[in-house]
């Protein structure tokens, strides 16, 4: 059955695109991941303006870290000073983020940026996952388990000015590095049409030495945020948010979510990583291909220049 | 059969025998529709342009759609990535053009004639927008049309049936991705590559319904609109969370 998207100005067939929503929701709910950065990749790939795909895949991860960001709340598992800050942040990334890829439209390069922006991230947290998984699982074999870990590091950056105590996260850290690592965030999720969680998680472990327990939900607190900024300035600027689009990838990938996460139940964490890592660089690879191969057409006609 | 129902018989074959006044009715032509609605399953649609001629002749229908500015880029290979690289603009490009014959253009009509009208993907004018020569930018026309031939926005075919040098059809196809406006259907007469008579239609090709309503607030009330997808993406995940919450 075909549904016509408005904003796309195009024809898609709607059980392809709940079928992508439910896969991409399943691997979130496995994983735990926001799913934006295996979305918009697969989006293009059958056909949607690279601009729509991000504009739209920033209000369908509104929805979905909604719901992960409650169900973190009832536990209370989200540091809303942190929170905040990283919000801050967000904001200023995702104004910053908009304005520069209104700018490569208007210029034409806005596709290349998405693609290498993608095949950049995608690369690096791949590689990252899999090593990390193998290392794990090697020293859980290893008899002594895993070594015992300080509270946090404390590295150069925790001591620039305007520190900041987050009691939550039982930190006393300066307030600027949240604030960074927010604004670095924002931009990414304006460009690439993600939550950003992906790349927040790991900076909140391993940048701000965060506790564990508080990260996922405090980033999908502020990724709802982020996101629905992010949401609000593409429709405005870019007129790019495809709400019937948005919609069908939502039922998608709620229900997909939910199938996830009782699979993640009956599986183990590392095996789970190492599989997420390497779904993560088949899209990378997928991706840098239509990069590196030789055009059926070097020629195409351009969107980007407006109506 | 009554006195009356014979007379009405006769006066209607004499008005059908009436020699023809002017050129007028040497063409009579229509669609099967003259308007085109985009709903939220809109998959493409083909409309029947038929007609009835005075005799033998050559018939050129052309569709077009609404004009407007077109850019064309090209590829270029930089350490082995491929980026968008020079890029043409053009004016007064029809969206979209179908043109159907019943022979090979050149075979049925001057050269004068064709270039005069548009007829043919090789007398499309489409000048360059940013000032420059035919010539420079020569390649990308040429690429221009050939893309919009492959997504079937464009399209030249000699499918035009005439049936006992009366009647004449033809199927013009739109395809999905069709752009909205106004379209002018034209349908030329030809006798020894002369033009002996011609008819326009307007086709108008809208949205309608939900799709249409959501493009127009998504364009007008752009602010709105998107406080709006915000506003559904929470409440669906909110929804979601609510369902989905015991298990």
New interface residues.
Partial sequence: MQIYLPIAEMSVDTLLLLALGGGVGLLSGLFGVGGGFLMTPLLIFIGIPPAVAVGTEANQVVAASVSGALAHWRRGNVDVKMGFVLLVGGIVGSMLGVWLFTFLRSIGQVELVIAVSYVVMLGVIGTLMVVESLRAWLQSRRPGGAPVRKLHQHIWLHGLPFKMRFRRSKLYISALLPLGVGVFVGILAAIMGVGGGFIMVPAMIYLLGMPTSVVVGTSLFQIIFVTANVTFLQAVSNQTVDIVLALVLIVGSVIGAQIGARLGDRLHSEQLRALLGLIVLAVCVRVAFTLFATPDDVYMLGGGGGP | MTMRAILALVVAALVLARPAPGAATQLVADLSSREIA???????TELLLFGAVDGPGDIIVVVRGPR??????????VA?????GP?A?FADVPAFYWVASTGPLTDIAEPAFLAEREIGFAQLRMPSADGRSAAATA??RT??V???DRVDLYEETTGVVVAADRLFRTSVVFP??L?TGDYRAEVYLLRDKRLVSTETIVIDVH?VG???R??GF??RD??L??????A???V???L??VI?RK?
């Fill in positions: 985009i709903t939220t399953g809109f998959a493409g407007r500015d077109q850019i064309v880029r090209r590829k270029v290979e082995g990535i491929w980026i968008n890029s603009r390649p990308f690429a221009m050939r893309l919009k999905a991705n752009p949205r939900l799709g249409a959501i493009h998504a364009t752009a602010a609109y998107g406080i709006m997808a915000i559904i993406a929470l669906a995940g909110w979601a969370g989905f298990g």
